[in-house]
C-alpha cells in the first residue's frame, strides 16, 4: 500500500539547490547524504527531496528532472503486481540499491509523467 512520499527535483549543484530550499524559500532540511540526495520539508504533507544529477538520471530543468516518488508499506513486488492489475505498465526492472536499503520500481501516469514507488529494505537503527 502506498504511504507518503515525495517530489524528486534533479539537481545540478546541491549545495546551491539546498541553499535555495532553505535559505531562500525558508523551508526546513529535513536529511543531507552529501551531494546525492536532500530531503527538504516543504510544509504538511510534503517533502522535497533533492538529486545530485548524474548520468544516471535526466538533466535538471528537462524533462523527467521532476518525478513524485511513492513510499509503500510491503514489498516492491506485492505493489507492483497490484498495480499492473488496475493497468500499470512498469518502465524497466526494479533498481535494487542495497547498499542504500532501498528498492525502487519506475513507471508514468496516463500523461507520462514520471513516477516512481520505493521501497525501504534496511531499517534505521
Not at 535555495?20 to 516543504?42: H, N, P, Q, S
Request: glycine share 16%.
Amino acid at each position: 500500500m502506498i504511504n507518503g512520499g515525495n517530489v524528486t527535483v534533479m539537481v545540478s549543484d546541491m549545495n546551491k539547490a539546498v541553499e535555495f530550499y532553505t535559505g531562500v524559500l525558508g523551508l526546513t532540511m529535513k536529511y543531507r547524504a552529501g551531494d546525492g540526495w536532500a530531503e527538504i520539508a516543504a510544509g504538511e504533507g510534503l517533502t522535497l527531496g533533492l538529486h545530485g544529477a548524474g548520468a544516471h538520471g535526466p538533466r535538471p530543468g528537462t524533462p523527467g528532472a521532476l518525478s513524485i516518488g511513492l513510499d509503500i508499506d510491503g514489498t516492491l513486488e506485492e505493489e507492483m503486481e497490484r498495480l499492473r492489475e488496475a493497468g500499470v505498465q512498469f518502465r524497466g526492472p526494479i533498481v535494487d540499491n542495497a547498499n542504500q536499503g532501498i528498492r525502487f520500481a519506475f513507471f508514468g501516469d496516463p500523461d507520462g509523467n514520471s513516477l516512481y514507488l520505493c521501497e525501504t529494505t534496511k531499517k534505521s537503527s
